[in-house]
């Protein structure tokens, strides 16, 4: 199947820090990317679509000036933590959709953001 | 809205031993229904999916999912578990024509030897 590349794999910040998570598809070019958030234990959580050349689309509540996503070409889409803090420590995962048939999404193996 | 219930948090299993993992979704019309497995620190892996047509599906590492439309459940099964399948697994659904998965709270799947 086709490959989905995050970097950094993990991140420690101070708080009040932003930090910059990279989702890259690797082998086509993906019109759509999807950024997740996931606690411990719990399920994945969408945070926002993301459309090559638009403005991304944010799930309610998700605060958009918190969570800058930008998705400047057909294989990179990033998502920015603004002034983090440590509530925002979570596990992140994009994901991304090759257009097609069955519209299947191809899950990157995510970051570990900590923020202290 | 989509809803999937994952009723049971943790499933313990003995290697060898067949596994049936629950899941109940809520949608008003025909679903596009997931399994995913996710590995520790890992990102998802799609194991199986259910878009129309047959309603058993097969899927890779010897799992099936089979489609209850009249109990709304889509229950993930494994005729005989191996100490690698231990992961956590994760029922989505999505609306017919989005395709965007909204995900239950998963089960976490323990093997012992």
């Known amino acids: 199947g086709a490959v989905v590349s995050q970097h950094p794999s993990r991140v420690i910040c101070k708080s009040g820090t932003s930090v910059k998570i990279e989702c890259r598809s690797l082998d086509f070019q993906a019109t759509t990317m999807f950024w997740y958030r996931q606690f411990p234990k719990q399920s994945l959580m969408l945070m926002a679509t993301?459309?090559?050349?638009?403005?991304?689309?944010?799930e309610q509540g998700v605060e958009k000036d918190k969570f800058l996503i930008n998705h400047a070409s057909l294989t990179l889409s990033t998502l920015t933590v603004t002034s983090a803090h440590p509530e925002d420590s979570s596990f992140y995962i994009c994901s991304a959709r090759e257009p097609g048939t069955t519209n299947e999404q191809f899950f990157g193996p995510g970051t570990r953001l900590t923020v202290l | 809205a989509q809803s999937v219930t994952q009723p049971d948090i943790h499933i313990t299993v003995s290697e060898g031993a067949s596994l049936e993992l629950r899941c109940n979704y809520s949608?008003?019309?025909?679903?596009?229904l997931f399994w995913y497995v996710q590995s520790p620190g890992q990102g998802l892996q799609l194991l199986l999916k259910y878009f129309s047509g047959d309603t058993l599906v097969q899927g890779i590492k010897g799992f099936e999912a089979e489609f209850k439309r009249s109990q709304s459940s889509f229950n993930l099964r494994k005729p005989s578990v191996h100490w690698s399948d231990a992961a956590e697994y994760f029922c989505a659904v999505a609306a017919g024509g989005s395709y965007i998965p909204t995900f239950g709270r998963g089960t976490s799947l323990i093997v012992h030897p």
């Open positions: 949608y008003g019309a025909t679903p596009y």
């Open positions: 993301s459309n090559e050349g638009s403005k991304a689309t944010y």
